[in-house]
């Protein structure tokens, strides 16, 4: 399944012994694939989706369309169960901090009813462990903790989540030219200029040339 074939039995025992449903298991066992290893975010992230897709009524096979609030983990999982890719542009993934998701389906209405689905830091309290890891406490020793946050993000499932209905506006297309920066000679679409140059000449710069 993954890279880490230890870490794919034990969560395989676990998710046998809780006894989650098939389905679940299968959210999990793909993402964990893309992942590369069951990574406790992307455990959350899998459950997370499971959620949303139950409260929209929809499955992976729908268009869906989602906005994740972190960078980490919890994109893979929204990806490899849901089929929202950046590269699609059916994710958004905004560099908020905060461990949520809100999708819903495709409409060609201006703006659509979404569901947000999150981690509801009450309900977090009561399982100890999984509190530990998400605030990133110094108490939270990953040698020894590991697999025990494992079981308990699967026992705990959907009790840390909690789910509010929001509006948010589609996507909508738009018609754009392609234009030279002046600075690199590349082309880029006219919309990502920035000061008359593409975004790799100014905010967005990464590289250095060396030859």
């Known amino acids: 399944m993954t890279d880490h074939p230890d870490n794919d039995k034990t969560l395989a025992a676990i998710m046998d012994k ?22 406790p975010g992307l455990l959350i992230g899998a459950i997370m989706v499971d959620y949303a897709l139950e409260l929209l009524g929809a499955t992976p096979e729908d268009k869906l369309f989602t906005v994740c609030e972190t960078p980490k983990c919890l994109p893979d999982a929204i990806q490899a169960i849901a089929h929202c890719t950046t590269g699609n542009k059916r994710l958004q993934v905004l560099p908020i901090g905060k461990f949520a998701i809100t999708m819903n389906l495709s409409s060609k209405e201006p703006a659509v009813d979404a569901v947000r689905v999150f981690i509801d830091l009450q309900k977090l309290e009561k399982y100890k462990t999984i509190n530990t890891w998400f605030i990133n406490s110094p108490l939270f020793i990953k040698q020894t903790m590991a697999v025990p946050l494992q079981e308990e993000i699967i026992t705990a499932g959907r009790n840390i989540l909690s789910f509010e209905w929001v509006k948010v506006k589609t996507a909508q297309k738009t018609k754009w ?3 030279i920066c002046p600075e690199c000679g590349d082309m880029v679409p006219d919309y990502m200029l920035e000061n008359n140059k593409c975004a790799a000449c100014g905010s967005k710069g990464y590289y250095e040339k060396i030859y």
């Open 177 to 179: 030219n392609s234009v």
């Open 18 to 39: 809780v006894g989650i449903n098939k389905k679940l298991q299968e959210y999990i066992q793909c993402s964990s694939t893309l992942h590369s290893y069951p990574a």
